[in-house]
Nanobody
Framework: EVQLVESGGGLVQPGGSLRLSCAASGFTFRTSAMTWVRQAPGKGLESVST???????FYADSVKGRFTISRDNAKNTVYLQMNNLKPEDTAIYYCTTGEVRGQGTQVTVSS
């Protein structure tokens, strides 16, 4: 069974940082592209960042230069380092294989 478990969310002030983690199991992680998506209140899902099996990375324009995606294949974990957070980054963040999504972790950016 494919399982994705996100952690690391929380409440942070504008300009602050958070590091999200997603622990994966039940599939061959090292050969899978992994994506972080988010859903802000009242809005649809937005793709934030993807890391491919070869290490190539994609970022949405809204987070370029502020967020960094990485993966540790030995730990079956994908990370999202989020710096210089803005109120508009407030959302539930999910990691996904493209077919399966975790339960999400809440990120709230507010003073």
């Amino acid at each position: 069974e494919v399982q994705l478990v996100e952690s690391g969310g929380g409440l942070v002030q504008p300009g602050g940082s958070l590091r999200l983690s997603c622990a994966a199991s039940g599939f061959t992680f090292r050969t899978s592209a992994m994506t972080w998506v988010r859903q802000a209140p009242g809005k649809g899902l937005e793709s934030v960042s993807t890391i491919y099996r070869d290490g190539k990375k994609f970022y949405a324009d809204s987070v370029k230069g502020r967020f960094t995606i990485s993966r540790d294949n030995a730990k079956n974990t994908v990370y999202l380092q989020m710096n210089n957070l803005k109120p508009e980054d407030t959302a539930i963040y999910y990691c996904t294989t493209g077919e399966v999504r975790g339960q999400g972790t809440q990120v709230t950016v507010s003073s």
